[in-house]
């Protein structure tokens, strides 16, 4: 399910993408589909390239839920970004004691290059820690 799409490398995923992945799929009951998982051609400072990063759509459902129910699964340690050109969140786990971060990234599948739009200009979004929940 995680081997590199580019290269066929396989590797150990983190279990706790794991147990989010079914996390996930029990509160919305519908199939969770894996964008990326791991990325072996990725440079090795990635949580995908680490294998402990995912990035995951689920159809009919708005990538803003399932932000706000992969927030409250962040015990510490999470990255979770939303990328609403795309269509998918990402979520990882870091190393102990670093701390969650969350961000949002407008950039979409041309890796990096937007689009002019009219109106309203979206940042693409910086890495930002996350805030503690409030309950």
């Known amino acids: 399910l995680f081997r590199c799409i580019h290269t ?21 009951g519908k199939r969770v589909d894996l964008v990326s998982g791991f990325r072996f051609d990725e440079r090795n400072s990635s949580r995908h390239y680490h294998a402990s990063a995912m990035d995951i759509r689920i159809k ?48 979409g599948p041309s890796g990096g290059k937007r689009k002019a739009t009219k109106g309203k200009k979206k940042s693409p979004g910086r890495t930002q820690p996350a805030r503690k929940p409030v309950s």
């Not at 490398?9 to 509160?27: G, K, M, N, P």
């Not at 979770?80 to 786990?93: K, L, N, Q, R």
């Open 60 to 107: 009919g459902v708005s990538i803003y839920e399932m932000k706000k129910y992969a927030e409250t699964l962040d015990g510490g340690n999470m990255g979770i970004g939303i990328y609403p050109t795309s269509g998918f969140i990402h979520v990882d786990f870091r190393a102990p004691g670093e701390p969650s971060f969350r961000w949002t990234d407008w950039s």
């Open 8 to 28: 066929g490398e396989v590797r150990a995923v983190r279990a706790e993408l794991y147990e989010h992945l079914s996390r996930i799929y029990d509160h919305f």
